[in-house]
């Protein structure tokens, strides 16, 4: 892969202070792969649980403490970590925020919500202290959630990261139920699952709002109706007002007309009518009561109609602000239908991934049936050798026969001969055994090691005995001591060591000072531990009971 590409999201180094049992380290990493080693409780492991503690882990996923205060050491009441990132090439995260480097920093009080987050920065000022990040507490874990998004760093996967608790557990006490729960969760498959899952509950929610949406948008239509019928009601007001004026104008006019026609009649019967004055008076102040009246009214009709036609504005703005609403949720559910058939079809194609490796693991027994024939050809062929070396050992027996017949002669002789004939043919079939034991422990070791190496434990571990310098005699190889209950499987025993060789080459000691012994063993046999592994020393109390 291209330099650019690899550039981002490797871990540089990382600072470790009042964390666990380191008051103040540092470890920068190399480009490619690195190797921590050292005595058990020297802090290896913590290093790692400084890794996950940093990018987010809580107290349960570390799988050493109920809460953080427990990792702070013991004589503090703080401790930083600090882990530096690169941040270079085109998978670079917001480089004109970082720079070549992002910084995360978490600090660890005791006390509740005493643990915090600082995001940092290639950039550093005159003290030479990386400078700080300018986001917003309130969004600074979404801050480094989408920074491991990004980098695509899991610290939850045990494939990623996997603790020796984690491991320790998986091969003593995991079953295929588990094993299947740690496949999902190393391939992502429960991630994946999980999503879809929380996919489908955001779909069915957008549906449910989409629902809401079409009950209101229902609702604002009705209104609108409602404001339509009014704003007839407004118009029809607004005609009848015209027909008051219409029908004023009219009457003046007809008044008028009247007056005139009447004129001269009027004048003949003034004296007649001026008796009707008043009533004609009050008449008319009634008619001018009438139509200050309707003015009222009509004014007041007209300002209802202009809040009406506010209010109708109003209705029609949200209605429009409804719509857009409807057509974003509607667009929303498209997306969300069709994020969940891509991951719909990724399960699929995982699953087809399974059936895979599946059919590969169901084909390695019959690979290991074509070994064990050609073992078994190999182990026929040295019995046939075998039995060649005895037919030699009775040449060899009957050539000795002939020589004890020419030396009859000597009586004296034959007579020593014969009392130490019996001893020395039980002396002869002692040995026979011990040489038969001696090669089969010799073909059982020659598993365990190239040019005799493991042989060569035994017998220093033997030196070692006779001196009284273990308490208890080491136990290994540990496939030594294993066996099948059912005799029929026995044959399997030395090819099934050779497929888990690193379990099977470990060697179990009594106490601290019997595996230093041991160390001092394999330091001769096999040499600097840098240039070839040794096997592995597991410390376990002996006990007598069964």
């Not at 107290?59 to 930083?80: G, Y």
């Not at 990623?160 to 491991?167: E, G, H, I, P």
């Not at 059936?355 to 026929?380: F, M, T």
């Amino acid at each position: 892969m291209d330099s650019k590409y690899r550039s981002s999201g490797i871990i540089k180094e990382i600072t470790l202070v009042n964390f666990q049992s380191h008051k103040n380290l540092k470890v920068k990493f190399g480009p490619n792969v690195n190797f921590i080693t050292g005595q058990n409780g020297s802090g290896k492991s913590a290093i790692l649980m400084g890794i996950k503690t940093c990018l987010g882990a809580t107290a349960k996923q570390t799988d050493r403490a109920s809460k953080l205060d427990d990792l702070i050491r013991e004589d503090t009441d703080h401790a930083t970590i600090t882990l530096i990132l690169k941040n270079e090439g085109i998978d670079a995260y917001a480089p004109e925020r970082y720079g070549n480097e992002i910084g995360i920093q978490r600090d660890l009080r005791r006390g509740r919500g005493a643990n915090t987050y600082k995001m940092l920065g290639s950039r550093r000022n005159a003290r030479g202290e990386r400078m700080t990040v300018s986001i917003k507490n309130s969004t600074i874990k979404h801050e480094l959630s989408q920074i491991l998004n990004h980098f695509n760093i899991q610290y939850d996967n045990p494939c990623v990261l996997m603790t020796q608790d984690v491991s320790r557990e998986y091969i003593k006490n995991s079953t295929d139920a588990t094993k299947y729960l740690f496949f999902e969760k190393a391939t992502l498959l429960a991630q994946m699952q999980t999503e879809n899952t929380n996919t489908g509950m955001n779909q069915e929610a957008m549906f449910q709002s989409l629902e809401t949406g079409n009950r209101e948008v229902q609702e604002a239509e009705e209104n609108l109706n409602k404001i339509k019928r009014t704003y007839q009601d407004a118009k029809t007001l607004e005609t009848l007002g015209a027909d008051i004026t219409k029908y004023r104008s009219e009457l003046s006019w007809a008044y008028a007309y009247k007056l005139d026609l009447d004129r001269k009649e009027m004048e003949t019967e003034v004296e007649s009518l001026m008796s009707k004055v008043p009533a004609i008076e009050q008449r008319i102040e009634d008619r001018k009561k009438k139509a200050q009246d309707l003015e009222a009214s009509e004014r007041q009709k007209g300002e209802e109609y202009d809040q009406l036609s506010a209010e109708s504005r109003g209705f029609t703005a949200k209605l429009q602000e409804k719509r857009t609403i409807l057509d974003s949720h509607k667009r929303k559910a498209k997306e969300h239908a069709s994020q969940n058939s891509r991951k719909k079809i990724k399960v699929e194609q995982c699953k087809t991934a399974i059936r895979q490796q599946e059919e590969i693991v169901n084909r390695a027994p019959r690979d290991l049936a074509g070994e064990e024939a050609q073992r078994q050809d190999k182990l026929d062929s040295l019995h046939k050798h075998l039995e060649e070396l005895k037919t030699k050992q009775a040449q060899a027996e009957q050539g000795y026969s002939e020589i004890q017949q020419q030396e009859q002669e000597l009586k004296e002789d034959v007579d020593r001969l014969k009392q130490r004939k019996n001893p020395i043919m039980r002396e002869a079939s002692q040995l026979e055994r011990e040489i038969r034991q001696m090669t089969e422990t010799n073909n059982q070791l020659s598993y365990y090691g190239r040019d005799g190496e493991a042989f060569r434990v035994k017998e220093a571990i033997d030196r070692l005995m006779n001196g009284r310098k273990f308490s208890r005699r080491p136990m290994g190889p540990l496939g030594l001591h294993m066996s099948f209950r059912d005799e029929k499987y026995q044959r399997f025993a030395n090819p099934l060591n050779m497929v888990v060789s690193k379990l099977c080459q470990s060697y179990l000691v009594n106490t601290n000072d019997d595996m230093r012994h041991l160390q001092s063993v394999f330091r001769r046999v096999y040499g600097d531990p840098k240039k070839r592994p040794w096997p592995q020393i597991i410390t376990s109390r002996f006990s007598d009971q069964p």
